[in-house]
């Protein structure tokens, strides 16, 4: 089993930024793949940004390019979200999920692992 715990979440003005930090602990030598998953009342979980733990080849939905940064630290199974220029469509519940690499990291199916999630609230 592995244990991700993540932190970072609150309110914050539109524009401003704010970074996501998601830790794994357990049985971490499975991972393949660490992402981002946000889920706004009413819709579905979508796909944020992921990182391929093998070549470091890092993946972000359209909506989110230019303005949001993952990257990992290997020694401590972590990797961040850092948030800059936050919409006010950006707010949903932040999600950490991790699994072994399935050839995508796109669909919320091929992660085996998520975190408790933690709140992101945009503000005009």
């Known amino acids: 089993q592995v244990q991700l715990v993540e932190s970072g979440g609150g309110l914050v003005q539109a524009g401003g930024s704010l970074r996501l930090s998601c830790a794994a602990s357990?049985?971490?030598?499975?991972?393949?793949?660490m992402g981002w998953f946000r889920q706004a009342p009413g819709n579905e979980r979508e796909f944020v940004a992921a990182?391929?733990?093998?070549?470091?080849?890092?993946y972000y939905t359209d909506s989110v390019k230019g303005r949001f940064t993952i990257s990992r630290d290997n020694a401590k199974n972590a990797v961040y979200l850092q948030m800059n220029s936050l919409k006010l469509e950006d707010t949903a519940a932040y999600y950490c999920?991790?699994?072994?690499?399935?050839?995508?990291?796109?669909?919320?199916?091929?992660?085996?692992?998520w975190g408790q999630g933690t709140q992101v609230t945009v503000s005009s």
């Open positions: 999920a991790a699994g072994p690499y399935r050839g995508t990291v796109v669909p919320a199916r091929v992660y085996d692992y």
């Open positions: 357990g049985r971490t030598y499975g991972i393949g793949a």
């Open positions: 990182y391929r733990w093998s070549d470091g080849n890092i």
